[in-house]
């Protein structure tokens, strides 16, 4: 019956009489709003609402499930930290949710799941997440009703009005007592965005990787060192055969040449930028091997540039055991923690390394712009700086949504704005 008067209530609100009584209520409530202060619950400003510290405590007795999240490990972080959000929209604890082991694009059938505690710490996720977003355990469940199902839309016509106005019906009276929200009908890197990028940002911070990952990047990171605490430079290289292939049509589409860059492009842009540092200095090259029709990017480095890739760093093996998420996992540690950081703009995998690097700079104090200092620098080699190098590129933590990290873009600086 709950289900039924659940339904009947959604299905009331597509109706044409109920549209115009909302609008004239929109209208009111708008008028109210610009004449007296914002009340903490109001329902249409979700980037207020869900950034307020006064927001109701998590529920651990109401549940969101979400389907298998797929495609690359940091579209799969933008996925899981939108369906945390989503969760939080709805007051309910997140179920843990299975990710995706290998790299899967069209062939979703082929995707191999993996638990999220098999690559993330649940327990430290929790305890640095607590009041904001909380993960649960399938074993929570009482099971007393069957999981109310939301489809999510999809299509031109599925606006992100729309997707927001749906999330607030399963929020109020008879959907919400049902124990579980399962979502059903699309990957969550696709929902529309709701949140601003220090909303995601809380939630990639609270992301610790398992100890047995976190200690193969400290082997990586200490080959690279030669076992002592040298600096050392780490490049994202995206000069992969399947990301020339998009990035180009990228650039046919956008009517830019600022995506694509060729290995050339690349060293010579590194170069300027250790210009400033001790040599020679090692450069990691974070780059998806299999995929590499390219057997010279060791060659044409400038003096004092010592490049490093998986085999010749001798560490082939440590990734070799471990499946494309883990081997991911290890390359993104071994870039943020780099001394200086060089990526690509357009890459999702690039973005989150700068996006966490500019939180790591504002919480070691060094303000929120770039400045002269190279310690802890990122730039983008695929955009031409003032000095004929890279870019250097920090995130807007005061920008509205995650669209230009989820998707790239070459609109990038060094004003950081506030976070929160």
């Keep these: 019956m709950d289900f039924l008067n659940c339904m009947s209530t959604i299905s009331h609100k597509s109706s044409l009489v109920f549209k115009c009584c909302l609008l004239l209520l929109v209208l009111l409530a708008f008028r109210t709003l610009m004449l007296s202060p914002i009340p903490k619950n109001f329902p249409w400003i979700a980037s207020y609402h869900l950034s307020n510290p006064s927001h109701n405590p998590i529920r651990i007795n109401k549940f969101l499930e979400v389907p298998q999240i797929i495609w690359g490990l940091n ?26 082991a290998n790299l899967v694009y069209k062939e979703i059938n082929l995707s191999e799941p993996i638990p999220f505690n098999k690559v993330f710490n649940f327990e430290k996720f929790n305890s640095l997440c607590t009041g904001f977003v909380q993960l649960g355990h399938y074993s929570s469940l009482s099971n007393r009703t069957s999981p109310l199902e939301l489809q999510k839309g999809s299509g031109r016509k599925w606006t992100k009005e729309r997707d927001l106005s749906q ?27 709701h949140w601003p990028v220090k909303d995601y ?17 400290s082997k990586v990171i200490s080959k690279i ?21 998009h990035c180009k049509k990228v650039e046919q589409r956008l009517h830019t040449s600022q995506i694509c860059s060729s290995k050339e492009e690349i060293t010579n842009r590194v170069a300027k ?27 044409g480095w400038e003096e004092g540039l010592i490049p490093f890739e998986k085999k010749k760093l001798g560490v082939w093996d440590v990734y070799q055991k471990h499946p494309y998420i883990t081997q991911a996992a290890i390359d993104f540690e071994v870039c943020l923690r780099a001394d200086v950081f060089v990526g690509n703009s357009y890459s999702t995998f690039s973005s989150l390394v700068v996006l966490q690097r500019t ?32 870019q250097r590129w920090m995130t807007d933590m005061s920008a509205l949504s995650l669209e230009s990290i989820s998707y790239g873009t070459n609109n990038i600086s060094c004003e950081v704005g506030g976070m929160s």
């Excluded at 210009?275 to 200095?281: C, H, K, Q, T, V």
């Excluded at 504002?362 to 695929?382: D, H």
Aim: hydrophobic letters at 45%; proline letters at 4%.
């Design 75 to 100: 579209n799969q972080k933008i996925a899981f930290a939108r369906a945390c959000l989503t969760a939080r929209l709805l007051n309910r604890t997140l179920l843990l949710p299975s990710l995706t």
């Design 167 to 193: 999330l607030q019906q399963f929020k109020e009276g008879s959907c919400d007592k049902f124990e579980v929200i399962r979502i059903t009908g699309k990957n969550p890197f696709l929902w529309h965005d």
């Design 201 to 217: 940002a809380k939630v990639f911070r609270c992301l610790a990787l398992v100890d047995e990952i976190e200690e193969e990047a």
């Design 225 to 245: 060192q030669g076992g002592e605490n040298v600096p050392y430079i780490a490049v994202h290289m995206r000069i992969e055969i399947d990301w020339m292939i």
């Design 273 to 299: 930028i250790a210009s400033g540092l001790p040599r020679p200095i090692p450069v990691y090259l974070a780059i998806a091997d299999s995929l590499l029709k390219d057997g010279s990017i060791l060659s």
């Design 359 to 390: 939180e790591n700079w504002i919480e070691m104090g060094s303000g929120a712009s770039c400045g002269g200092n190279l310690s802890f620098a990122s730039y983008a080699y695929n955009i031409l700086g003032e000095d004929g190098g890279a």
